[in-house]
């Protein structure tokens, strides 16, 4: 019988040291990957506030400004110097694009998160929480924190997104545009009338949603059994979790397997009480059954 279920997020690896921040990554992939960092800068919405809201960005791929920059390699079938290449350049040139903007990104994403350090108990013990390592855990992170400094058991922890241990498809990062609800950027071609290699590179492009799409209903389908577990809960405790829009189908499936009108909230927030008030009342809890705290504070 399980009473008591801890939701941890990115918060609470960065109140215990360790430097994971999507900033950090912003830094990381600059130095490891500047072909695919400018390709950010360039194709991404990309602004001051990009980092801090980044798997939502995802879905802000411009692709209308990467069509028009790739028509560059539209030459014409008439042109006098024509090459066999040229049935290809444009495809080639798009999808170079989206390949850097999903697969190397996702890698070096995975290469950023293999480097991230815990620190020792001994040097952070001012940040320790109170925390019961038999309960049972659904961890938005990567890392091993809830093992290294809490000793929680991996057979408590539910690594909703993958871990470290992982290989880069392993990881579960994106945004929660469904592309099947955005439909394809062929939708109202004209093939008839359209340049076969500019269908080819719509479909091209409609690969990008697909690739950085976060598939919550599938991970939440495949994990069915262990929300099923949950209906015994007696309260739960949500550590350094955002509430951000794109993770909120998991916080709903949770609800839907408890007794939600018996079950007690304990929800963490930084420096934007009133921003996490907002995102949890999303959820439709009664206010009596959650209190809000400093992570500090728990």
Not at 25 to 38: M, V, Y
Not at 134 to 142: E, G, K, R, S, V
Not at 234 to 255: C, K, N, Q, T
Request: cysteine-free.
């Amino acid at each position: 019988m399980i009473s008591t279920l801890y939701i941890i997020g990115n918060g609470f690896d960065i109140h215990h040291g360790i430097h994971s921040n999507y900033s950090d990554f912003g830094k990381f992939l600059a130095a490891h990957d500047k072909e695919t960092f400018d390709l950010v800068g360039k194709y991404l919405a990309f602004d001051d506030d990009f980092w801090s809201d980044f798997e939502s960005r995802l879905a802000d791929f411009d692709a209308a400004s990467l069509i028009e920059d790739a028509s560059d390699f539209l030459v014409s079938y008439a042109a006098d110097h024509w090459r066999e290449s040229y049935n290809h350049d444009y495809q080639f040139e798009i999808r170079r694009v989206v390949e850097a903007l999903s697969v190397n990104m996702k890698a070096r994403f995975a290469d950023w998160i293999a480097q991230l350090s815990v620190p020792p108990r001994s040097e952070i013990e001012d940040k320790l929480v109170r925390l019961d390592p038999d309960a049972t855990f659904i961890n938005f992170n990567y890392t091993p924190s809830l093992g290294k400094l809490y000793d929680v058991a991996d057979s408590h922890i539910l690594h909703i997104h993958g871990s470290s241990k992982m290989a880069s498809d392993g990881l579960v990062l994106g945004h929660g545009w469904n592309p099947k609800e955005k439909g394809s950027l062929n939708k109202r071609t004209n093939f008839e009338e359209t340049d076969t290699r500019e269908i080819e590179g719509n479909y091209i492009v409609d690969e990008y949603f697909k690739a950085t799409f976060k598939p919550t209903s599938d991970i939440i389908l495949s994990n069915r059994s262990f929300f099923e577990s949950l209906s015994s809960l007696d309260r739960i405790f949500v550590m350094g979790h955002s509430l951000a829009d794109v993770d909120l189908p998991y916080f709903r499936e949770i609800i839907r397997d408890i007794r939600a009108s018996n079950v007690t909230w304990k929800v963490s927030y930084y420096n934007d009480l009133a921003g996490i008030q907002r995102q949890f009342s999303q959820l439709a809890i009664d206010d009596a059954l959650v209190e809000f705290a400093h992570l500090q504070d728990f």
